[in-house]
């Protein structure tokens, strides 16, 4: 590919996919890197608490040769993107500096741990916030344009709501965690979590099977406050009620699956044995609903705890739950991709004028089509749905479903 000559990439082979970019001294001691990804230095002494914060390294050579780059440990200063060393390295020496990879970069001993390289893949998809903020600013308003004059801090307000409305269920924005079931059959709910996709566990070949919520079956109670004998509440010298622990998720977690979902062998079915011991399993898939007749697993949302309690029969199981948040909750999150740019401006102006007074109601009944109908666009263009697919599923209708 060229090297970025004034269009939209502005970055080099090596710093995409490397995340490695090289300097020669001139013995100045500054040099400006280049990365989309901005520079995080918390302290260059190897020895610092928080070096480990720093999302780069640094290393030199004297030759350039691969094998001969070490670890630069001297003191810096970052300012922007520009690395300003307080001894500066002698004129002609071999300067590299490596954004933190999951590989650990390829200089020195290849140390440079981290996620920074990882995180710019496939950015080029993408704008941010702020450079939507701008362009709208720019194309929007001022004299002779639709809003004459409005205060940055209302753009960026309506502009942050209309990415948290489309993170819903346009953008597709959805985070995932791959967990184990501990013996406690639960796990916390996500810290930038708003609402569940989808829940599954994984077999030893890397299926996924989709795990079902146990709306019917059990509930966890918000409130467990303890009673006397009399059933009365007691409480506690501040006058607030005791709380004590659900009896109603004991009881879930203690719960044998098999007597839900009718997972019987047939053994069991036809053994005349069974009949004679008093089998409990006996009758159960006789009436019993197709919401339960699954042996993959429940999972219930513990509002109470913040947790998902999980059924028994997942214990020990790799999970990976599906979520969405609103967006905003990282500053990796505050991005938008292309396809949806121009949603979000008819998002932004029309929210603006929407709420001000003595505004043609034709104006507003226009923007607000438009922007329906731009946010139909980007939600068909989010959806990826390819022809080849849908004709691969078509071709699957022919086939006899035997009994």
């Given at each position: 590919m060229p090297i970025p000559n004034g269009g939209l990439i502005t970055e080099t082979n090596e710093q995409y996919y490397a995340g490695a970019q090289r300097f020669i001294s001139d013995g100045s001691g500054a040099i400006t890197t280049t990365f989309n990804t901005k520079l995080i230095l918390a302290t260059s002494n190897p020895a610092g608490l928080d070096y480990a914060l720093n999302n780069?390294?640094?290393?030199?050579?004297?030759?350039?040769?691969?094998?001969?780059?070490t670890d630069y440990t001297g003191p810096v200063v970052l300012t922007g993107n520009t690395i300003n060393f307080a001894a500066p390295p002698v004129a002609g020496t071999y300067i590299a500096v490596q954004l933190k990879a999951l590989d650990g970069g390829s200089f020195g001993n290849e140390d440079a741990t981290g996620t920074a390289v990882q995180e710019n893949y496939g950015s080029y998809g993408y704008t941010s916030l702020n450079d939507v903020i701008n362009g709208f600013i720019a194309t929007y308003v001022g004299e002779h344009k639709l809003i004459p004059d409005v205060k940055r801090t209302d753009v960026i307000f309506h502009a942050k709501r209309g990415l948290q409305e489309f993170s819903y269920d346009t953008l597709k924005s959805i985070n995932s965690q791959e967990l184990t079931i501990p013996p406690s059959l639960s796990v916390t709910i996500p810290q930038d979590y708003v609402n569940y996709v989808s829940v599954s566990y994984?077999?030893?070949?890397?299926?996924?099977?989709?795990?079902?919520?146990?709306?019917?079956?059990?509930?966890?109670?918000?409130?467990?406050?303890?009673?006397?004998?009399?059933?009365?509440y007691t409480m506690d010298n501040f006058g607030d009620n005791l709380e004590g622990s659900s009896l109603t998720n004991e009881r879930w977690g203690a719960a044998n699956d098999n007597l839900l979902n009718g997972n019987i062998t047939v053994e069991d079915y036809f053994s005349y044995s069974g009949w004679l011991t008093g089998n409990p399993f006996l009758g159960q898939r006789y009436g019993n609903e197709p919401q339960y007749a699954q042996r993959n697993g429940w999972f219930n949302m513990n509002e109470r705890d913040g947790t998902i309690a999980f059924s028994s029969n997942l214990k020990d199981r790799l999970i990976v739950l599906e979520y969405i948040s609103d967006g905003l909750a990282y500053e990796l999150d505050m991005r938008i991709p292309k396809m949806a740019e121009d949603a979000l401006y008819a998002h932004i102006l029309y929210s603006i004028l929407a709420g001000r007074v003595n505004q043609p109601e034709y104006v507003i009944q226009r923007l607000k089509r438009d922007r329906s109908a731009k946010l139909r666009?980007?939600?068909?263009?989010?959806?990826?749905?390819?022809?080849?697919?849908?004709?691969?599923?078509m071709r699957g209708k022919s086939k006899w479903i035997k009994s």
């Open positions: 780069f390294k640094i290393y030199t050579s004297d030759d350039g040769l691969p094998e001969s780059y994984i077999d030893a070949m890397g299926v996924k099977h989709p795990l079902y919520p146990a709306n019917d079956l059990t509930i966890s109670p918000y409130e467990v406050p303890l009673q006397d004998d009399s059933g009365n666009n980007a939600k068909i263009r989010l959806s990826n749905i390819k022809l080849s697919e849908i004709v691969q599923v």
